[in-house]
């Protein structure tokens, strides 16, 4: 029942409120006269006055205090709640909810899922049916003339989640014209954006019914570019009307640590700005993201892939730099300026330097102690970018990737073409695939390849009459890259031209990669996603049955379902579909004059019974104060009250000192608190146990454990973190995210326990640690650390014998020194640990012995692995003693 802008879920309570006149009488009511009896002894009374009076009744404000006492009960019974649109329920019908679920929805994305179950529930109210429609296209798109249950339509609106696109309204109404029937009441959830479609939508909506668009407040910000530059990162903000004038980015590794920041400010009613973090190049070079800080979106986040950074590039220059503007690599170097951090040497000292690429032009057979140098450096990874020239067309020595014919290609020799040849459309298997050559290039001489040779490597670049103009074959783990022309312009028109310049920056990609530069494997050369940006701006892991992207497609394609905003790999080379494209505009919808506009909050629903209840309570405890200073017994109740405070600041102060004590001073396990009561005390007992162990038989001597909230606690104090999972996994807040983070950041060491043996196929973990930038995972061995750490042990037993066990792999964690810092499994280890799991003793004690392992590795490390050297070292002291 609703009464104007209050809806009571329990009307029938409020019949109550016809008792209270009668209650009234009640507290007023006299009691029966005293029996009148002769008293002889009353005479020794008479004459003797007080000034303590009986009320004969109790007094009117009094009762009236009471009264409202009771009504307020009467109404808390009643479940009220404040709801400003509850008259609309009372219309019944159809109910259509239109939500705009792209990722400009995300920052408020928790608001649109509360708006959106409260029309909900004002439909299940009219016993009306729902129907739902998406304006963010998917694959399949869900077709909006399907009635719903209440129930279902919660359950789906439960598991929505924003895309990492924008939405496409003129495909919303596309798909709602091709229903039928109308809605006696439609509610539209925008994202309070304009664009192309928003005038189609809105003209359709309004053709089938009433239309109530809840619109929330505009601050939406985007990020439409980002770069590496030789001052370091670079990026271009853009904003709506009212978005925030000030705010700052921040440059992120692939694993989101944080390399720097930068602040923003929009001048005036400026809408778009740029800022710069400035950072070294050789930290430049390792940023794979920048975000604007605490926005929530994959609008907030400029990817940039693999190559995108200022890869640190040898020139070798064995003359040195006496006549810089002679040598051949004065073209390269002026090309790969503004894109790489340039150094010029011999091999030997550009290796010893930590070089990611070198460019080699023509030169001589290379020394014997340079040759073992660049030998090693390629099997390490190194990129090698070699020009011809007389000298390798000579003598061409190992480092070239195909057998090169002796002499040289010319204009007038017994090989030579009689006029220069361009150069021919790149291969679709081609890093260069989608450069468009210049008509007006032209090669005059080239080194041409042994045809059997050609077999063996990748061709990148021919001419028109298919001759190689650029080859390629992995050496190792490295590349090595030969252009078969010059890097001066004597043999082409190449280096005087732009293509050099793409071409050049596209090589370069390959350079500074985790697992080196050799070329990767693709089949038929498209684009094949690498990892996704979800709604909230997140990288996870693409879907293993991503449709590969044709690179001509991939030019121009921007984010949809079919394109999915992320970074993808083609032959080794990274490039990225970022969610907010170049021209992206943020301005206000426009709707026509009749759709009624409301805050996306009008409809949420704000429960009033339990303060109802406590205000109750308070005006009950007042009564009871008022009765007991009426009595005369107010004194020795506030001596009683005073007492109970005093022992309570004793003990309650030195329990919170206690609590409250520097966690810096003292070593204490840590647990998540998850809100069950059950949980959290197994999870304490569990950890105690732990703690008991580690004190009797290791050196360490942790204290009480501690319960902490992700979002609001210091865990950086804290090694060893345990978090499992309760009944219901959510995904966490922002500020819970950062906090996570920078744990994992710091080296802290976070066990996720699913505690379902596998049941659930890890589905838990994935919904906790949903949002953060979760590394690599790897199912811990028998050579890993962990199994050696403290005690010797092959499994992980906890509830269950069979556990399973994930780690942080190696390589992600290189930047630790290969320790990892996230561990996930589903043993139910604080069960194990406390007892309270009905397990063997046995099986107990390998579980409190993996429980020390952990903690042990949180302590110390991987220092276990380096005991593969005692063999070594005992066999060395053994020599020293003969």
Not at 7 to 14: K, S
């Amino acid at each position: 029942m609703s009464f104007g802008p209050f809806l009571f879920a329990a009307p029938g309570a409020l019949f109550a409120l016809l008792a209270l006149p009668l209650l009234f009488f009640i507290m007023r009511a006299t009691p029966p006269a005293p029996a009148r009896e002769q008293f002889p002894p009353v005479r020794l009374l008479e004459g003797l006055r007080t000034e303590e009076q009986s009320r004969e009744r109790a007094p009117l404000w009094l009762v009236l205090f009471r009264m409202l006492a009771a009504a307020l009960l009467i109404l808390a019974f009643a479940r009220p709640s404040l709801a400003p649109s509850a008259a609309e329920s009372a219309q019944g019908g159809r109910t259509l909810i239109v939500i705009d679920d792209g990722w400009t929805s995300a920052p408020f994305w928790s608001d649109v899922r509360t708006a959106a179950i409260a029309a909900v529930t004002q439909a299940e109210r009219a016993r009306a049916p729902v129907f739902m429609l998406l304006t963010a296209p998917n694959t399949p798109a869900r077709d909006p003339g399907e009635a719903l249950t209440a129930a279902d339509a919660k359950a789906r609106i439960g598991r929505l989640e924003p895309q990492p696109w924008r939405p496409d309204r003129a495909n919303a109404a596309q798909r709602l014209a091709q229903t039928r029937g109308n809605f006696d009441r439609i509610v539209w959830i925008s994202d309070g954006l304009n664009d192309a479609g928003a005038e189609a939508l809105a003209a359709e909506l309004q053709r089938r019914g009433r239309v109530v668009a809840r619109l929330p407040a505009l601050t939406a910000r985007a990020l439409v570019s980002g770069s590496v530059t030789p001052q370091g990162v670079v990026a271009e903000v853009r904003r709506a009307t009212n978005g925030s004038a000030v705010g700052a980015i921040a440059a992120e590794t692939a694993e989101g640590r944080s390399l720097g920041a930068a602040e923003f400010s929009f001048s005036g009613d400026a809408l778009t700005t740029s800022a710069r973090i400035e950072l070294p190049p050789e930290i430049a070079a390792r940023a794979a993201r920048v975000r604007i800080v605490g926005e929530q979106g994959a609008g907030a986040v400029r990817l940039l892939p693999a190559g995108a950074g200022r890869p640190f590039v040898g020139l070798v220059d064995p003359g040195g730099a006496g006549q810089p503007l002679l040598s051949e690599l004065f073209y390269a170097d002026r090309a790969l300026q503004p894109y790489a951090s340039l150094q010029r040497g011999s091999i030997t000292q550009l290796i010893d330097a930590r070089a990611q690429a070198l460019i080699l032009p023509d030169a001589s057979r290379i020394a014997p102690t340079d040759r073992a140098a660049l030998e090693r450096w390629l099997d390490a990874g190194g990129l090698l970018v070699r020009f011809a020239g007389p000298r390798l067309a000579n003598d061409a020595d190992e480092f070239v990737p195909v057998r090169l014919r002796p002499g040289s290609r010319t204009l007038g020799s017994a090989l030579a073409w009689e006029t220069p040849l361009a150069v021919a459309t790149f291969p679709a298997d081609s890093p260069y695939a989608g450069i468009a050559p210049p008509a007006d290039v032209n090669v005059r001489r080239q080194v041409l390849a042994e045809p059997a040779s050609l077999q063996e490597a990748r061709v990148w670049a021919t001419l028109t009459d298919n001759s190689p103009l650029v080859t390629a074959q992995a050496h190792g783990r490295g590349l090595i890259v030969l252009f078969h022309i010059s890097a001066g312009p004597e043999w082409s028109d190449v280096p005087l031209s732009g293509l050099f310049v793409e071409m050049l920056r596209r090589t370069l990609a390959f350079a500074a990669r985790a697992d080196g530069a050799g070329e990767r494997e693709i089949t038929g050369g498209p684009y094949v996603a690498t990892r996704v940006l979800d709604g909230y701006g997140s990288l996870s892991p693409a879907p293993q049955d991503s449709a590969p992207i044709a690179p001509e497609a991939f030019a121009t394609a921007f984010a949809s379902p079919a394109t999915p905003p992320g970074l993808y790999e083609r032959a080794g080379v990274s490039a990225a579909i970022d969610a907010a494209r170049a021209a992206e505009t943020l301005e206000p919808l426009v709707l026509p004059s009749g759709i009624e506009r409301e805050g996306l909050n009008a409809a949420i629903q704000r429960p009033l019974a339990g303060w109802l209840f406590g205000l109750a309570a308070l005006l009950l405890a007042a009564d009871l104060l008022i009765a007991l200073f009426l009595l005369g017994r107010l004194p020795r109740f506030a001596r009683a009250m005073a007492a109970g405070l005093a022992l309570l600041v004793v003990f309650g102060g030195d329990a919170h000192a206690q609590n409250m004590d520097d966690p810096t001073q003292t070593l204490r396990l840590a647990y998540v608190q998850t809100g069950d009561a059950r949980l959290d005390r197994a999870s304490e007992a569990g950890l105690q146990a732990l703690s008991d162990i580690l004190t009797t038989r290791t050196s360490v001597e942790p204290g009480r454990p501690v319960g902490i909230d992700l979002a609001r606690d210091n865990l950086a104090a804290y090694p060893f973190l345990y978090w499992p999972a309760p009944s219901s996994p959510r995904r966490m807040s922002d500020a819970a995210l950062a906090n996570v983070d920078r744990y994992l950041a710091v080296g802290g060491l976070l066990l996720v326990d699913t505690r379902d043996a596998g049941a659930s196929g890890g589905r838990p973990a994935a919904q906790m640690l949903s949002g953060v930038d979760v590394p690599p995972l790897e199912l811990v061995g028998t050579e890993h650390v962990l199994t050696r750490a403290f005690y010797l042990m092959r499994s992980f037993p906890g509830r269950s014998q069979s556990t399973q066990l994930w780690a942080e792999s190696a390589a992600a964690a290189s930047s630790r020194d290969g320790v990892a810092s996230l561990f996930v499994g589903n043993g139910d280890w604080a069960a194990a640990w406390s007892g309270q799991a009905s397990i063997s003793d046995r099986q107990r004690e390998l579980s409190l012995r993996f429980g020390v392992n952990l903690v042990m590795v949180a302590l110390t490390g991987n220092y276990k692995a380096d005991q593969v050297h005692v063999p070594a070292l005992l066999e060395r002291m053994g020599e020293e003693r003969r």
